[in-house]
């Protein structure tokens, strides 16, 4: 079984395959004061519930967007699984051609989102990742990734407004029934909520400007299926879509080389 690790910076998400079937998935916290011995008991136990022993794992491969727990992630796979893991970095083979000024600024969950979207969807694409960033990908027809457009997230420009208006508090980030919200709750999930769907339209409608109206729009992350109820321009929704690019990175890897 190949164990899959996604590290951003606000949940750490698990996967296990078995072939290219994906069995289970977690999430949970991330958390860069957490030890790794700390991380590792909990990932032992989510596989237990599942019925899956450390032993079953043969193969892992890890994203890592906080720098400060690569080695805690890369660490705690080599004591608690037996195995070396591939980190997706510089020098990985993805079969990405990546036309960014820097191309090693673009982060390993980016990279993942754009090579599994590409194997399941096919080209021109623009990937949104609705998590901690609201983030565009851009790929080409010819299957180059060309770059994006990142915003803050719906948690933080929630949370940043509950901190400085003195008078706001926070609210759950659901669908008011009306945009003209009648009460505090109501006017602050209306503009959170049909807000993103005004950012995520806009952007996608110049993304697609440059890009042909042909490109397919596929939509990840934790808030991805709250905003795509809210518009026609999503076209898919894949929330294992990173834990899919993660996959084929690491196949890829071992098929050439």
């Known amino acids: 079984m190949l164990l899959a690790i996604d590290v951003g910076n606000t949940n750490v998400t ?36 599942e ?20 080695p805690t992630f890369e660490g705690l796979c080599e004591r608690y699984f037996g195995v070396r893991p ?6 990985v083979r993805t079969g990405l051609r990546i036309l ?28 949104v990742d609705l998590g901690t960033a609201t983030v565009f990908d851009a790929i080409s027809k010819e299957g180059d990734y060309l770059g ?14 509950y901190q400085r208006a003195a008078k706001l508090y926070r609210v759950e980030l659901t669908r008011p029934k009306t945009a003209i919200g009648r009460n505090t ?5 209306s ?24 490109a397919k729009v596929i939509g990840t ?7 795509a109820k809210e518009t026609s321009v999503i076209d898919v929704v894949n929330p294992d879509l990173t834990l899919e690019g993660l996959r084929i990175i690491h196949q890829l890897s071992k098929t050439q080389g």
């Open 221 to 227: 992350g934790g808030y991805a299926e709250l905003i």
């Open 148 to 161: 994006g457009a990142i915003a803050p997230g719906l948690g933080i420009a929630a949370e940043a407004l």
């Open 191 to 214: 503009g959170m909520v049909f807000g993103y769907v005004g950012l995520i339209e806009g952007i996608v409608a110049r993304f697609k400007d440059e890009l042909g109206d042909g």
């Open 51 to 70: 019925g899956i022993r450390s032993g079953d794992i043969g193969e892992a491969v890890v994203a890592c967007v906080v720098p400060d727990l690569e």
């Open 86 to 91: 591939l980190p997706v970095g510089t020098g």
């Open 14 to 49: 698990l996967g296990v395959f078995e072939g290219e079937g994906l069995r289970a998935t977690w999430r949970f916290a991330t958390d860069v004061n957490k030890l790794g011995d700390e991380y590792g008991i909990l990932m032992l136990k989510l596989l237990e519930h």
């Open 185 to 189: 709750v109501a006017a602050i999930q």
């Open 100 to 127: 960014y000024d820097a191309p090693r600024d673009v982060g390993a969950d980016r990279v993942a989102d754009a090579v599994a979207a590409i194997h399941l969807y096919g080209t021109p694409l623009v990937v």
